[in-house]
């Protein structure tokens, strides 16, 4: 049990950082948490006697169910999940179909409303605070000028766009109908999902959500649909300016922007939403051709240029960013705060460093990456790491075990030890090799949505393997195959 | 002394009145003195080994080498020998893991050095028992293991004392399996990698940067380029380097190099084309102690690499064999160099009189001189050789054929002190003959192909040349049983005689060279007037023959195999072919039991059943030459267990060929050559 709480605390190291801030939030929207919370329970009582990860959600879920409840904003995918969840599986709650029927949550439309209304205050507050200083900050009036016009614009879009998108999920479509039952999946555990970790990561965002609330000052957005739209605030823009200058890029302060997305943001798969139909996109181009089937005002050049190009004549600040992470050297509160150049960037960053490495390389099962790109380039050279030093280490390439050799005192080349019978490899790693292939199809299975009761149990599988490879025979993994 | 020592060993056993035999009364001292005056002959040590049981105890105790012929009687040797400190199994071809296991389990830490080049059929595994149990192990020669690779390196690795390790033709064997020896064996101070293609510049950088303590270092066919250079020459006590046929080093790379290797005495750079005097200069920069430089088949000799040797004091060996030479580049050389004692311009381009002859009047102190095939070179360098040149050991000179016959007569009057004679080829006559056989240290002597010789100049050779080991006759046609009974009744320590195609040679030259008792190989060739009678006063007479070649020798028949197969027990080549011997000879020669090397070619009444029982009768074959007919004569399973047993075939398919005439046969070879 100690292990399975060292466990836990690991996974959710994250939020309990900042759980003591949560009771400052005021709760606006308790109903709809509640229906979050009672979701969450079934989750919770669904995985428990499954497997070892069941205890794993359930403790983390104990952690965060009373700080949940200072939560005033909850984003509806959370619902959109369990619902596929429970899909997944054939023991459906009836409580939760209930849910799941209707493609129009009104409890979501609540929730949406309310924050749409949170917003506005918000942006009150702004303008209220740029009248305030105007009188007072004459050191650079054309610049904070321009800053706060950039600010106000930024929320003024991210309500509008809000806003739009509410009106949005109203439309009922055969297509929406469809979709929900898939973009949820991506928009939380994204390409996760496949591989067996997606329940895990899902929880864990809901569960961020909630700390996400504790910093409710600068955060304006909690479903990510301004997809690029920036929280912004004054003060911490000001503070910025009394710090020193960074030493990576010796950007003086003030000369760029620090824009900061939100975890959601940061993992949502689409950054650009239709504002007629919903549909999300990576790319704002994707959205542009998409938006031709919507009407031919969308068809004239002016609406498929590119958007940005318009302010260009206005004096546009370097945008840099930062980690929503607190205590992240990334994070614009860090004494040596070094700020991410670009958006992918910040995606990348964050998914590195503050994420689960959940993408298992199905080659050696031990290499794990939280960026799937970093798999890819991972998957395209495993295996080609023959060259194999006693201490353990492999090397791509020769000469660099060979550096490694000369260097250390005592290490020596390892040879395979069937080297004589023939090139083929290890026999133990042949084994591997057959896990690997059933993890595999079981996560393919798992995937393609064709699932049944035991779908649940076989994901718990895959994940125990896919996430301690090194631990087949762990305990821990005993544990698994008895609760199976 | 002796006596004293005698007594008191008495006394000891004086208590033990059953002891009646007197050599028991030798004590171990004088038994090992004895034995170690016992070299010359290895059948000495046996017989006295069987005088009694004591001094076959004590000859055990004492032995410290051994070179056993089969691996299946390893475990009693073994056994009877518990202080084998060098084990040489080059004689037997298959040696496998189990008596590999065998000789780590009897030898234990006595073992100090194990040959197995000439060996097949281990692995890895015993290698590693090998390893693991003999832990003073020194030396290990590994040649020719082509079969082994990496996991075999890596238990050779595991012999923490090597300090000389022999990997020649071990192809298989990678940077991987190298790199483990360099980190395991660091006291490492010779290592062979000589043909290991698979060995590139980072197996060689690791062992230059683990083994710090190597002198000798053996890349030779290696493809490494520059990369591996500067570690090797930071070696502190590089002695010997040999880069032979290393293409991938080049000018550029050796003239980036910040400084040479100090301690390099002996560098072997034959075959590098890519490499010129400017590299060359580049590498021995500083290497003011070496001794010995060999450039063979590689870039010109011109002044300008004469100058690049300039400052090198020591160097008294220069192989500059097969070597395009100007003679402006021989003069420099001659001036530039300041103690040469040997030179070597064998098959050199371009050596001409004059050339050859500025060198040689600069460097008087030459010893060994080789200019074998220097078709240019006449009367004139001869006697500027002769004349400057008095204290030559050896001279080489082969096929220099516009020396005249008058030359050599200088040669036998000025180099006294020759030792080695090369003159095979040329147009010396007996009056030059006469004139050499005043030097009366020869001991190898090659008038091969020397026309204008005869019995009469071979007598004076004969008469004062006593010390003579080796004669080369080959195709001397006028040479009669006249000329070999003047050599055999004045050169008793003969011990290589080529006779071949001297088709006048009889019986009686042979019975007048079974006197000859050190004799071990003897070559006639084409003599068709040899018949058994001879071939027998042979085995008779010289039991240490271990090479008979008996081709075209068609007089000799089964008579003559059967003393052979009786008497001739070290015996290990036998050339059979066109001679009249049958079935019954060749598996009387089952009897020898070292025999491994046959040749049956054309033998005329050999058939198939006969050659499959004589095969499998020779236990120790490693290779049989046999007519490609018998492939498919003989059951293809006996030629598999044959191969198993560590044999080697060669299957040729030439037709019956009757004998030239030798005087054609040397038009021929004129013709042949440009």
């Not at chain 1, 929730?111 to 007072?136: A, M």
């Not at chain 2, 008779?540 to 003393?563: A, E, S, Y």
């Not at chain 2, 089952?590 to 050999?606: D, E, F, P, Y």
């Not at chain 2, 046999?626 to 059951?635: M, N, T, Y």
């Amino acid at each position: 049990m100690d292990k399975k709480d060292r466990l836990c605390q690991e996974t959710w190291a994250k939020s309990s950082s900042s759980g003591n801030e949560l009771p400052k939030n005021i709760s606006t929207e308790k109903p709809s948490f509640i229906n979050f919370n009672f979701n969450s329970q079934q989750y919770e009582q669904k995985w428990e006697d499954t497997s070892i990860f069941g205890s794993r959600t359930n403790s983390s879920f104990q952690e965060f169910n009373p700080q949940s409840e200072t939560q005033s904003l909850l984003p509806s995918n959370p619902n959109d999940h369990i619902k596929m969840a429970d899909q997944e599986n054939s023991q459906i709650n009836e409580t939760l179909q209930t849910n799941k029927i209707p493609d129009w949550d009104p409890r979501a439309m609540l929730n949406n409303l309310s924050f749409l209304e949170q917003k506005i205050h918000q942006l009150q507050d702004l303008v209220h605070l740029i009248v305030g200083r105007r009188g007072q900050v004459l050191g650079r009036p054309d610049e904070l000028v321009t800053q706060q016009q950039q600010l106000v614009t930024a929320d003024l879009t991210s309500i509008i766009v809000q806003l739009i998108s509410t009106a949005g999920s109203l439309l009922p479509s055969v297509k929406h109908t469809l979709s929900a039952t898939t973009t949820p999946v991506g928009q939380l555990g994204g390409i996760l999902f496949p591989s067996g970790t997606g329940m895990n990561n899902s929880v864990q965002q809901q569960h961020s959500s909630g700390s996400k609330v504790s910093d409710q000052s600068n955060q304006m957005d909690v479903t990510g649909n301004c997809g690029t739209e920036q929280n912004y605030s004054i003060e911490e823009h000001e503070m910025k300016d009394e710090e020193d200058a960074e030493e990576g890029e010796n950007l003086p302060p003030g000369s760029y922007e620090i824009l900061q997305l939100e975890k959601e943001e940061i993992l949502a798969p689409h950054t650009h939403f239709c504002t007629i139909c919903g549909k999300g996109f990576k790319r704002d181009a994707n959205l542009r051709m998409h938006m031709r089937g919507h009407g031919d005002e969308y068809k004239t050049p002016a609406a498929l240029a590119k958007p940005n190009k318009e302010a260009s004549s206005e004096p546009v600040l370097i945008k840099r960013y930062s980690c929503p992470f607190t205590g992240c050297k990334r994070n614009k509160d860090h004494k040596k705060f070094q700020p991410l150049k670009t958006i992918l960037c910040v995606k990348n960053h964050y998914k590195r460093t503050h994420c689960d490495k959940s993408y298992t390389c199905s080659r050696c099962n031990t290499k794990k990456f939280s960026v799937i790109a970093d798999l890819k380039t991972h998957e395209k050279h495993c295996g080609k790491d023959k060259w194999l030093c006693s201490c353990g280490t492999t090397f791509s390439r020769k000469d660099k075990l060979f550096g490694h050799i000369a260097l250390f005192q005592g290490h020596t080349p390892a040879i395979p030890p069937d080297e004589t019978k023939g090139p083929a490899g290890p026999s133990d790693k042949g084994d591997e090799n057959e896990v690997a292939n059933k993890v595999g199809s079981i996560n393919y299975s798992f995937g393609s949505g064709g699932a049944n009761g035991t779908g649940a149990q076989n994901v718990m599988d895959v994940k125990g393997g896919v996430d301690d490879p090194a631990s087949y025979f762990s305990p821990l993994n005993f544990d698994t195959c008895n609760f199976g | 002394m002796k006596r004293q020592k005698m007594t008191i060993e008495f006394d000891d056993n004086n208590s033990n009145k059953s002891n009646n035999n007197l050599f028991d009364l030798l004590s171990e001292e004088i038994v090992f003195a004895i034995l170690d005056l016992l070299n010359t002959n290895p059948l000495d040590r046996k017989s006295f080994s069987l005088v009694c049981k004591s001094v076959y105890n004590l000859e055990s105790k004492h032995r410290k080498t051994l070179k056993p012929l089969r691996q299946e009687h390893l475990p009693r040797i073994l056994n009877r020998y518990p202080h084998i400190s060098h084990l040489d199994l080059s004689l037997c071809p298959r040696i496998n893991d189990n008596s590999l296991t065998v000789i780590s389990n009897a030898c234990k830490d006595s073992l100090r050095s194990i040959d197995l080049s000439r060996s097949r059929f281990f692995s890895y595994n015993g290698l590693m028992s090998l390893a693991l149990n003999c832990k003073n192990l020194v030396d290990v020669d590994l040649s020719n293991a082509t079969e082994l690779r990496d996991a075999a390196a890596a238990a050779v690795a595991e012999a923490k004392n090597l300090e000389r390790l022999w990997l020649g033709r071990c192809k298989l064997i990678t940077d991987m399996g190298i790199g483990c020896i360099a980190v395991g064996c660091k006291k490492l101070r010779l290592i062979s990698l000589k043909w290991c293609l698979g060995v590139t510049d980072l197996g060689v950088d690791l062992i230059a940067v683990k083994c710090k303590e190597i002198r000798s270092l053996d890349l030779s066919y290696l493809p490494i380029t520059n990369k591996c250079l500067p570690s090797i020459l930071k070696l502190q006590y590089l002695e010997d380097l040999a880069m032979e046929g290393c293409f991938g080093i080049d000018d550029d790379s050796l003239t980036a190099l910040k400084h040479g290797c100090k301690s390099l005495k002996r560098l072997d750079m034959s075959s590098c084309q890519n490499i010129s005097y400017v590299g060359l200069s580049s590498l021995i920069s500083g290497a003011g102690g070496l001794e010995q430089l060999t450039l063979a088949y590689g870039c010109p000799v011109t002044p300008a690499l004469a100058n690049s040797l300039k400052n090198l004091s020591a160097l008294q060996s220069v192989k500059l064999d097969g070597c395009m030479v100007t003679s402006a580049g021989l003069k420099a050389l001659g001036n530039c160099l300041i103690s040469l004692r040997e030179l070597s311009l064998s098959k050199c381009l371009g050596v001409t009189d004059e050339g050859l002859s500025s060198l040689v009047t600069k460097h008087r102190e030459l010893r060994k001189l080789d200019i074998t095939c220097c078709r240019k070179i006449t009367d004139a360098s001869i006697a500027h050789i002769s004349s400057s040149c008095g204290n030559l050991t050896s001279l080489r000179m082969e096929s220099c054929t516009l020396v005249s016959r008058e030359a050599f007569v200088l040669i036998g009057q000025r180099c006294q002190f020759l030792e080695e004679l090369d003159l095979t080829d040329n147009e010396i006559d007996d009056e030059g003959l006469k004139s050499i056989s005043r030097c009366s240290k020869l001991s190898s002597l090659k008038l091969g192909i020397c026309l204008n010789i005869s019995d009469e100049g071979l007598a004076y050779i004969g008469m004062h040349c006593s010390k003579l080991t080796e004669l080369d006759l080959y195709r001397s046609a006028e040479i009669t049983d006249a000329g070999i009974l003047a050599i055999a009744s004045g050169c008793h320590d003969l011990e290589m005689i080529n006779m071949s195609y001297c088709r006048d040679i009889t019986d009686s030259s042979l019975i007048s060279l079974s006197k000859c008792a050190r004799l071990n190989t003897f070559e006639s060739r084409g003599c068709p007037l040899i018949t058994s009678l001879g071939i027998a006063a042979i085995a008779v007479g010289c039991k240490q023959l271990t090479k008979l070649d008996i081709k075209k020798c068609h007089n000799i028949d089964d008579n003559g195999m059967l003393p052979l197969a009786h008497f001739s027990q070290n015996l290990r080549q036998i050339t059979l072919s066109y001679s009249s011997v049958t079935d019954v000879g060749l598996l009387s020669l089952a009897s020898i039991s070292c025999l491994q090397n046959m040749t049956v070619l054309h033998l005329k009444g050999l058939t198939p059943s006969g050659l499959a029982a004589a095969l499998l009768a020779c236990g120790g074959l490693t290779k049989v030459k046999l007519h490609v007919a018998f492939k498919s004569l003989l059951p293809h399973p006996l030629f598999e267990h044959l191969e198993a047993r560590g044999c080697v075939f060669e299957w040729r398919d030439k037709q019956f060929q009757a004998e030239l005439d030798p005087k054609c046969w040397k038009l021929q070879l004129e013709d042949m050559i440009p």
